[in-house]
C-alpha cells in the first residue's frame, strides 16, 4: 500500500480486521482499569508518605506491555543525583517507554493534565504539569526546583511539543534554566537521552509508518490512540548519553546545544540501526 507522508499526517487510516478492533478495545480497557486502580494506590501511598517510585516504574512497564511496546535499552540511566533527564519527543507514548526504564517524574506543560486516558496516566506518574508561558516561567522553574531539592530526577522534553519520528526538533535552551542553581550544594546533571521507534511487528519501521507512532501537529489525539491501539508489537529503543553539567558546557545555551547535538546523533543510529558500539541492548523485561 503507498502512504505518503502528508496522507499520515491527515486523515489517512490503516485498514484493518475486526480481530484489531478486539485487541484495541481490550487494551483500553485494561489501560483504564488498571490506571484508576494504581492512581487510587499512589494516592493514599503518598497520603502516608511512603515512597511511590518503585509502582510507578512497575506501572509504565505494565502498561508498556499493554500497548505492545518492546523497548530496548542501549547504555544506562545515570544514577547521580540531582539529575535532569532530557530527550527528544515523538509521541504520548514517550511517557511509558522513558518511565519504564528511567527512576524520575516527568515535567509536562499544563494542558497535559486534561488530555483523555494519558493526562490519567501522567496524574499515575506523579508528573509536574507546569505552565510554559512567559509570564508563568518563574513560577515553573520554582516548582521545578521544588522536585529536584527532594532529592530525585526529573525527566524532561525540551523540544516543548512533538515531532514526526524522523527529525528533531531544536531544544528551547529557557528549559534548561534550572540546571543553573545548585541543589544542596551539588550541582544539578543532566543527561541527553535518545529515542526512536524502530520497528513494527519487527519489520523495520520505513518513514512514512513512522508517522503512525509520532503524534504532532493537528492530529487529534482519540483517533490517533484508538489507531495505534489496533497495532501489533512496536519496538522503541532508548539510548543513553553521557551526562554533563551546566558549568562543564559554558551556560544554558551552550547546554542545550549540546544536549540537542548529542540526542540528534544518537537518534539517527537508532533509525538507521547502527547502535554504539559499546551498547547493551536490554529489553525492560528483565
Keep these: 500500500m503507498d502512504v505518503s507522508v502528508h496522507a499520515l499526517t491527515s486523515a489517512h487510516t490503516l485498514p484493518t480486521a475486526p480481530s484489531d478492533t478486539v485487541l484495541a478495545t481490550s487494551r483500553l480497557i485494561v489501560f483504564l482499569v488498571f490506571t484508576v486502580a494504581i492512581v487510587a494506590v499512589i494516592a493514599i501511598l503518598l497520603a502516608v508518605r511512603v515512597p511511590t517510585a518503585w509502582i510507578r516504574r ?9 500497548l505492545g511496546l518492546q523497548v530496548v535499552v542501549r547504555g544506562q540511566p545515570s544514577t547521580l543525583r540531582p539529575m535532569l533527564y532530557v530527550c527528544n519527543h515523538i509521541s504520548y507514548l514517550d511517557i511509558v517507554a522513558v518511565g519504564s526504564v528511567v527512576k524520575g517524574e516527568f515535567v509536562a506543560r499544563g494542558d497535559m493534565a486534561d488530555w483523555p486516558f494519558f493526562g490519567l496516566m501522567a496524574k499515575a506518574g506523579r508528573t509536574l504539569f507546569i505552565d510554559r508561558r512567559r509570564s508563568s516561567a518563574g513560577a515553573a522553574k520554582d516548582h521545578i526546583q521544588t522536585r529536584l531539592n527532594e532529592g530525585g530526577a526529573l525527566i524532561m522534553f525540551p523540544e516543548s511539543t512533538s515531532g514526526d519520528g524522523n527529525h528533531i526538533l531544536p ?11 545548585e541543589v544542596k550544594g551539588q550541582a544539578v546533571h543532566v543527561q541527553p537521552m535518545s529515542i526512536a521507534y524502530t520497528r ?28 495505534f491501539l489496533k497495532l ?5 529503543e532508548i539510548e543513553f548519553h553521557e551526562p554533563v553539567t551546566l558549568a562543564a558546557m559554558g551556560g544554558r545555551k551552550a547546554l542545550a546545544a549540546h544536549c540537542q547535538k548529542v540526542s540528534a546523533r544518537g537518534f539517527a543510529r537508532l533509525l538507521a540501526g547502527r547502535a554504539g558500539s559499546g551498547l547493551r541492548a536490554l529489553p525492560t523485561r528483565s
Design 58 to 66: 512497575f506501572y509504565y512497564r505494565f502498561m508498556g506491555r499493554v
Design 232 to 236: 501489533g508489537a512496536t519496538t522503541v
Design 171 to 181: 531544544f528551547k535552551s529557557s528549559l534548561f534554566a534550572v540546571a543553573e542553581k
Design 200 to 227: 513494527m511487528n519487527g519489520l523495520p519501521m520505513g518513514v512514512g509508518w513512522r508517522s503512525f507512532l509520532a503524534w504532532y501537529g493537528d492530529m487529534t489525539l482519540g483517533p490517533h490512540l484508538w489507531q
